[in-house]
């Protein structure tokens, strides 16, 4: 009864009293108050800066850290995971940890390299947090964590750039509805795809299609990133970590370098190597390589390559042909940084070497064994270098040029490290011995003033004693010289600058090698992905521009504002009723054309911020330009609900799996089976939505299983984390940009300006 009363008092909707509207999303679109310029520009500023979660910092982390640490709980939360991009030395494993502290309750599987557990054992412990360390070692064997949930961190996550080795493989899979933190302070390292393949081992490849970027295997295969990737990745300015300034010089080889640089090529010359151009080359890199690093590291790579040859003969006689696994041995270290080895194929790498080069060997070898030791000039800038006394870090690519060092400034009281052993001077001692010695050294005169590394046996020390870091090999890519400097030039450091020296190649060999000239493109890299200062203004401009209007007034509401140049300023977002919301500014000219670009949408904002009163605004004047900003929201909404069932490329396979679902769902429907059609509709929800590189892993499995695994693995399919049941759209702030004459310019709008503003409604799909 109670029922039917409140029914019969409920308001009517009379048909005969509807009225038709010309354009229902102009009904959705509330411009808010009146309000001045300057307040609605920092409305506007600051809504385009990435999301922070309210969670308590730890007290241990640094202002400038706390932001990152917010930030990246805001991602994880949105999209399963982030990737955390800070400087080298500004304390990237204290905010991973605070972050794992604050997600998970339990131990954090923390993967790192097999160098870096000691030092991520001892920092968990002293900030109480429990971990389990696994080395990126024990993950290309298959061997990972088991008994940890929630949240894992993968520290230098640029080792997981490429998705066909094996860690990869064995990660991806296991990641699969877990979240994840990436950390790397380079994650690009030979092209922009390294980036995307380490987002999406956490990030399904449509996590920012709210943001308009509908792929970000698209975005960044195309080399055009979008601003978007700020939400996912985070890098502070590294002015706002307290770190040595960098000095550079550049150490030039002497003409007598050049000179005998230029007789050991020629004899090379008479090798003849192999008959396939692309295997030539490649061996000719490597022991060009090597002669432009010391000569124990050339007389080397000369005695593997006559080995090489040996071997190479000794298959031909027992009818067998060279593999591609001996060809990788002869390369050694160097096989991840030789881009000629993805040139040629398995097969072609079967073509047999010349053996002629056995003989020419036999005299190569007893020329660089009879050389004096005096006559490396390279060594020699190397002493006067360190002949001043100042604590230096010493890079080389060989371990056997750090044997050549130890040799030959034995007279220094050289510490050295290698990915193998360490000592100093001919002593040999544990590695954490020699490391500690070099960190905090004693009042003896003993102790050493300059250390000796290769790569990676460096990678990830904290050694802020170093004032001095010497590139005596120059690396393939900015990544290793970043990774280097930043062992020394990192917060913590006593020193205000630390000098760089790079050790320069000799003319012929540069031309040979093009070892500088390959630093200096991939070195404009990160910069197009957005990292570094150079890059910066690609997304991380939004941060910046919210810094600059954070203590300004804001108000979310109409304003106007006079300029020669009219148009409109203004904000939208639009978002889920699960919660997810993408905020947009765009810049409106007169003709209805509109941009997002950086550079306009500043530039248009200081002019706003300029102006303090408020100004009305003719209502209908308001309501076409409001026709005219419906146009950029109506293409924003279509693309964003047009990726609800849309997939990038999907493969054959994926395609075959949507046709038996499809199919499945048929039967289900005709044996009015609602549980199996529910759980069916689940996972064609699933397969058509975008995925994280184990996710489409499992996809390619459940393709080519049988149609009882298929039933079977159903349940056991990840949830879309987005809901996309309705989208809703929110103006978030107006400016309106007039002439500066008594009579406003008008617009005119391709669309009826009859309907009046109305609350903020949802779009339906």
């Known amino acids: 009864m109670r029922f039917a009363q409140s029914w019969l008092t409920a308001p009517a909707i009379v048909a005969e009293s509807l009225v038709g509207v010309p354009d229902v999303l102009l009904t959705a679109l ?9 307040a609605v520009a920092a409305s506007l500023a600051r809504s385009l800066s990435p999301r922070e979660h309210p969670a308590c910092a730890p007290a241990w982390l640094l202002p400038p850290q706390i932001r990152s640490f917010r930030r990246i709980l805001a991602a994880i939360h949105r999209f399963g995971g982030a990737l955390l991009a800070d400087p080298v030395g500004s304390g990237k494993t204290y905010v991973a940890l605070a972050v794992a502290a604050a997600v998970n309750r339990g131990p954090t599987a923390c993967l790192v390299p097999a160098s870096l557990l000691a030092q991520w054992h001892t920092t968990a412990d002293r900030l109480s947090i429990p971990v389990t360390l ?49 950390v790397s302070a380079t994650p690009i390292v030979n092209r922009i795809m390294d ?17 308009g970027v509908p792929s970000l295997s698209g975005m960044v295969a195309a080399e055009c990133p979008q601003p978007a990737l700020g939400h996912l990745v985070f890098e502070q300015v590294v002015e706002s970590v307290e770190r040595p300034a960098r000095t550079y010089t550049n150490s030039m080889a002497t003409q007598q370098e050049n000179s005998a640089i230029c007789r050991s090529i020629n004899r090379l010359s008479q090798l003849r190597l192999s008959r396939s151009a692309p295997i030539a080359a490649l061996i000719q890199g490597v022991l060009l390589r090597a002669l432009a690093s010391s000569p124990a590291a050339y007389n080397s790579a000369l005695r593997r390559y006559h080995g090489l040859l040996l071997h190479a003969r000794e298959a031909g006689q027992a009818g067998h042909v060279l593999d591609r696994s001996a060809l990788r041995r002869f390369i050694g270290d160097m096989a991840d940084q030789l881009v000629l ?3 040629f194929s398995s097969t072609e790498a079967a073509t047999d070497l010349n053996l002629d080069d056995l003989g020419i060997l036999a005299h190569l070898l007893a020329d660089a064994a009879s050389a004096p030791a005096d006559s490396d000039g390279k060594i020699l800038r190397l002493r006067g270098l360190l002949a001043d006394g100042r604590p230096t870090l010493v890079f080389t690519a060989y371990r056997d040029t750090v044997g050549y060092l130890r040799r030959q400034l034995e007279d220094f009281g050289i510490a050295w490290c290698t990915g193998e052993c360490a000592g100093i001077g001919r002593a040999s001692l544990p590695r954490r011995a020699v490391l500690d010695w070099f960190r905090k050294p004693t009042a003896s005169s003993h102790a050493p003033q300059h250390l000796v590394v290769t790569d990676v046996a460096a990678e990830g020390l904290d050694l802020p004693r170093a004032a001095r870091v010497v590139h005596y090999d120059l690396p393939w890519t900015p990544m290793r010289l970043e990774q280097r400097e930043g062992r020394s030039v990192r917060y913590g450091s006593s020193h205000a600058a630390v000098e760089i020296v790079q050790f320069r190649l000799p003319a012929l060999l540069e031309r040979r090698l093009g070892i500088e000239a390959t630093l200096a493109r991939k070195k404009q890299l990160p910069a197009v992905a957005g990292f570094g200062s150079g890059g910066r203004r ?36 639009i978002g889920t009723f699960a919660g997810d919301s993408a905020a947009t500014v765009v810049w409106l000219e007169a003709d209805g054309s509109w941009t997002e670009a950086p550079e306009v949408i500043e530039a248009q904002l200081e002019i706003a911020a300029r102006e303090p009163a408020i100004i009305p605004i003719a209502p ?19 693309f964003t609900r047009s990726r609800r069932w849309m997939t990038l490329e999907p493969t054959g396979r994926i395609r075959t799996l949507v046709s038996r679902l499809q199919s499945c769902m048929k039967t289900a429907a005709r044996r009015r089976d609602a549980d199996q059609l529910g759980r069916l509709e689940r996972a064609m929800t699933f397969v058509v939505g975008g995925h994280t590189a184990g996710e489409a892993a499992l996809l390619e499995r459940l393709a080519r299983a049988s149609d009882s695994e298929l039933y079977r693995l159903l349940p056991t399919l990840p949830s879309q984390r987005r809901g996309w049941e309705d989208l809703q759209v929110r103006l978030g702030g107006m400016v309106l940009f007039r002439p500066p004459h008594p009579a406003p310019a008008r617009v005119v709008s391709p669309e009826c300006p009859g309907c009046k503003p109305h609350s903020s409604i949802s779009m339906e799909p």
């Not at 980036?195 to 943001?211: E, F, I, K, N, P």
């Open 538 to 573: 690609l997304w991380g401009w939004r941060s910046e521009l919210a810094g600059r209007y954070a203590s300004a007034h804001a108000r979310e509401g109409v304003a106007s504002v006079s300029s020669e140049r009219p148009g409109l300023l203004a904000g939208f977002a």
């Open 195 to 211: 980036l995307v393949h380490q987002l999406l081992l956490t990030a399904r490849d449509d996590a920012l299609s709210l943001h």
């Open 341 to 343: 080895w993805e040139l």
């Open 620 to 638: 209908d004047e308001l309501r076409e330009w409001l026709s005219l900003l419906a146009k950029p929201i109506r293409t924003r909404l279509a």
């Open 134 to 182: 696994c080395s990126h070692e024990q993950i290309s064997r298959g061997r990972l964590p088991a008994g940890t949930r929630g949240l894992v961190v993968i520290d230098e996550s640029h080792h997981f750039r490429n998705p066909e080795t094996l860690r990869y493989q064995n990660l991806a899979p296991w990641l699969v509805g877990r979240e994840a933190l990436l």
């Open 30 to 38: 509330r411009p808010g108050v009146p309000a001045s310029g300057a």
